[in-house]
C-alpha cells in the first residue's frame, strides 16, 4: 500500500511540473469560483500579473501556466521557500468567459490526498485509536 501511495505521488509531481492539460482539467472540485469581469479587466489578466499580484508572505508562491484551450492552470509552485511549507492539496484553472463577463476559478483536489483520505478512513472508522 505505501508504494502504491508513493507511485501515485511520484506520478501526480510529473504531471504537475509537465503542465499536462487534462490533469488540470478534470478531478474532485474543491473550489468554483465566478467573478464578474468586464472586457477591460479580462484584458488585463495575464500570467505576469497574477504570479506578482498574489501575496507571498504566509503561502507558498503559486505557479501559472497557459493552457491550450485559453485557460490558465495553476498551482503551488516547487521553488524552494524558507517559511510554513505544507503538502499541497489543491490545484486548477482560470477560464475566461467573453460572452458572459466572468473569470472562472476552479481548484481540483489533489489525487494523492483524495486517495489518503481514502485509505485513512476506514482504518480510522475500525481503530479510532489510530487517530
Not at 511520484?10 to 474543491?30: K, N
Request: with cysteine; hydrophobic share 60%; glycine share 6%.
Amino acid at each position: 500500500m505505501a508504494i502504491a501511495l508513493i507511485a501515485v505521488l511520484l506520478f501526480e509531481a510529473v504531471l504537475l511540473m509537465a503542465w499536462v492539460a487534462g490533469y488540470f482539467s478534470w478531478g474532485i472540485t474543491l473550489f468554483n469560483e465566478r467573478i464578474a469581469a468586464s472586457p477591460a479587466m479580462q484584458a488585463r489578466l495575464s500570467l505576469g500579473s497574477l504570479e506578482r499580484d498574489l501575496p507571498q508572505d504566509k503561502w507558498l508562491r503559486l505557479a501559472f501556466h497557459a493552457l491550450p484551450d485559453g485557460s490558465m492552470a495553476f498551482r503551488e509552485s516547487f521553488a524552494p521557500s524558507f517559511g510554513l511549507r505544507y503538502f499541497p492539496v489543491m490545484r486548477g484553472r482560470i477560464v475566461l468567459n467573453a460572452r458572459r463577463h466572468e473569470v472562472r476559478v476552479i481548484g481540483l483536489c489533489s489525487w494523492f490526498v483524495a486517495i489518503l483520505s481514502l485509505l485513512l478512513l476506514p482504518l480510522v472508522a475500525m481503530r479510532p485509536m489510530v487517530a
